[in-house]
């Protein structure tokens, strides 16, 4: 039997969150989308806006909300190293008070919910690929640490807030994740790749290009969170949700080379402070417990990605 609930999804509008409330429209669920949109927009959702069961509220996670729902996924927070490091303390603010106020809103109104932690938790990991049982080594004052220090503490309140008033909490702990409504101007190395093959400007690779990452197709992701909520009360986490598809940055930067027909060469630059070497889920426990594992190919996400930014580029998207 399927039973319709109200959902509170807050960074709905962002690049994940908004897929996220699609798919739970299309379950015939109630959304609330809650978002401050510093890095989401209103064009991510418009296709819902006009939706009966979607309902779009401007706030900031870092106050108080009052809403009755049954679910909480709690997706607010910059991704990007651009974005998170331009306002670090509101990014461990995001993290911290958001996750606060979201476990709070939960407890009060008995909701079930769910953390959208990050495989940054591992920080530039010694344990390859990262198992949920590692501690992780993260530096706790770098450039980084907002966003990085900020995920862990939240998964701490869950955790807490679990031991303490018996929540039912979800930590998904999320790999990179790609697709389109990726922002294009956030650095992040997918979109980085395909708008600078797009644009014909030279690909940017940090180092010599050998350190690895492992990227999720968008669609993958959305099916993991929900089936993770979807789980017993006994399944609390943290899970690893990613591709364990790896590829170096230089095979990445030449299958977008290859599938855009772009003539951009590659530019080598110096790598960021605390950039890991190597990023790869273990994704036995997600197969387990949720049943689920990836299915979309690099190849055939990247084509999706590459069609919606040229898109974008031309403006085709804002007509
Ligand atoms: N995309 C990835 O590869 C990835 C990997 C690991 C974890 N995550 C996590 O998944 C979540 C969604 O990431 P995304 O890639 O969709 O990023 P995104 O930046 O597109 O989405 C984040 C959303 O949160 C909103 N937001 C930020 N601060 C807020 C605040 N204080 N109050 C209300 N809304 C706020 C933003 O406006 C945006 O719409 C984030 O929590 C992120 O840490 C993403």
């Given amino acids: 039997m399927h039973l319709s609930k109200r959902v509170l999804v807050t960074g709905g509008a962002g690049f994940i969150g908004s897929y996220l409330c699609e798919r739970l429209l299309e379950d015939g669920h109630d959304v609330i989308c809650v978002d401050n949109l510093f890095t989401g927009t209103r064009m991510n959702i418009r296709h819902l806006l006009d939706h009966r069961n979607f309902e779009f509220m401007r ?13 909480i996924y709690n997706m607010a927070c910059p991704a990007s190293p651009i974005h998170y490091q331009f306002d ?9 008070h958001g996750a606060i106020n979201m476990l709070g809103l939960a407890k009060r109104v008995r909701a079930k919910i769910l953390q959208a932690s990050t495989s940054e938790v591992y920080g530039d990991p010694e344990v390859h690929p990262q198992p949920e049982e590692y501690w992780g080594r993260v530096n706790p004052i770098g450039p980084r640490s907002c966003y990085d220090e900020g995920k862990r503490c939240a998964e701490t309140l869950f955790f807490d807030y679990w031991r303490q008033h018996q929540l039912r909490i ?4 999320i790999f990179n994740t790609y697709g389109p409504r990726m922002h294009p101007n956030d650095g992040r190395v997918v979109s980085n790749f395909i708008v600078q093959a797009l644009r014909g400007e030279p690909i ?7 350190q690895t990452r492992s990227f999720c197709y968008v669609d993958d992701l959305v099916a993991g969170l929900m089936g993770l909520m979807a789980t017993g009360d006994d399944v609390i986490g943290p899970i690893n949700l990613g591709n364990p598809g790896e590829f170096t940055m230089l095979e990445l930067a030449q299958m977008v080379i290859e599938l855009t027909g772009s003539s951009s060469t590659l530019e080598f630059k110096p790598l960021p402070t605390d950039d890991p070497k190597q990023r790869k889920p273990v994704i036995t426990k997600a197969k387990e417990v949720i049943g689920w594992e990836p299915k979309v190919a690099l190849k055939e996400g990247l084509g999706k990605t590459i069609r919606y930014f040229d898109d974008l580029l031309s403006d085709r998207l804002n007509a």
């Avoid at 706030?59 to 679910?71: I, K, R, W």
């Avoid at 670090?88 to 911290?96: A, E, H, I, L, N």
């Avoid at 979800?170 to 702990?173: G, L, N, S, T, W």
């Avoid at 940017?204 to 050998?210: K, L, N, P």
């Fill in 170 to 173: 979800k930590v998904a702990r």
């Fill in 59 to 71: 706030h900031d996670v870092t106050f108080p909300l009052y809403v009755e729902v049954d679910e």
């Fill in 204 to 210: 940017s690779i940090y180092g010599e290009g050998q």
């Fill in 88 to 96: 670090p303390v509101q990014t461990t603010k995001t993290s911290v």
